[in-house]
C-alpha cells in the first residue's frame, strides 16, 4: 500500500514499487493474486489483519518457490535483468504489496 513517506513513487523502496508495479499489470497475476486475496477475506472474515498475514505468506511462497528458482545463477536476459531490479525477495515490503492487493479484491 503506497504511503505519503514512503521512499519511490508511493511505495517504502524500488523493489517494492517494482514488485507491486508487476502484480499489478500483469493480467494472469493480477487475476491470480486478487483471488488469492478474496479467499482470504472469506477465509478470515471477521479479522483483516490475518487476511492480509495470509495473502503475505503466499506472496513470498511464491517468490521462493516459482521466481527464485527460475532465476538463481541466471546471468542472461530476463534473469539478470529481474535481479537487477528486484535482487533478492527480502528486499520487498510484502505487507505493503499484499495491503494493496486487499484493496484491489475489495
Known amino acids: 500500500m503506497p504511503t505519503d513517506d514512503a521512499g519511490y513513487q508511493g511505495w517504502r523502496d524500488h ?8 502484480l499489478g499489470n500483469d493480467e494472469p497475476l493480477y487475476r491470480h493474486w486478487r483471488e488469492v486475496a478474496r479467499s482470504a477475506l472469506r477465509e478470515h472474515s471477521t479479522d483483516r489483519d490475518r487476511a492480509r498475514w495470509a ?20 546471468t542472461g536476459e530476463p534473469g539478470l535483468l529481474f535481479r537487477d531490479i528486484v535482487p533478492t525477495g527480502d528486499a520487498i515490503d510484502w ?12
Open 95 to 106: 505487507r505493503a504489496v499484499a495491503e494493496s492487493i486487499l484493496e484491489g479484491a475489495g
Open 15 to 22: 523493489a517494492t514499487w517494482a514488485m507491486a508495479l508487476h
Open 55 to 74: 495473502v503475505e505468506d503466499a506472496l513470498r511462497e511464491w517468490w521462493d518457490h516459482t521466481v527464485e528458482e527460475q532465476f538463481r545463477g541466471a
